[in-house]
């Protein structure tokens, strides 16, 4: 089971580049501005839902940087500036859970069916 987490983090530029190889493509999900006090509202769509091979694509509309960290450890995005993204894509069915590491409380899940 593959799991991912948006995380906040320090201020840098430039996107983030995930394991798909690309920034900006897939499934879109949007790190919403004002998220370090949200919880499973910080993503949207949380959940997102997807077929097996696609990407999904996180990308970082508040302020402050966030990380994409699946929960089993799986990936890490490492940090998304504001403006940035991060792309992972996901092989295989099931569910993935994920959180920021720098704002805990930040949650989502990507459910691969």
């Known amino acids: 089971m593959l799991a991912s987490s948006v995380g906040c983090g320090s201020s840098s ?26 919880t499973t509202t910080a993503y949207a769509p949380n959940p997102v839902n997807v077929a097996p091979g696609s990407t999904v694509t996180w990308t970082n509309n508040d302020t402050t940087s966030h990380t994409s960290t699946a929960n089993d450890g799986a990936w890490d995005s490492g940090s998304i500036p504001p403006g940035g993204s991060f792309s992972r894509m996901f092989p295989n069915a099931g569910t993935f859970t994920y959180r920021c590491t720098i704002h805990p409380g930040m949650i989502g899940t990507v459910n691969v069916q």
């Open 13 to 38: 530029s430039g996107p983030t580049m995930g394991p798909s190889g690309g920034t900006g493509n897939g499934t879109p999900v949007s790190i919403v501005p004002g998220s370090s006090s949200l």
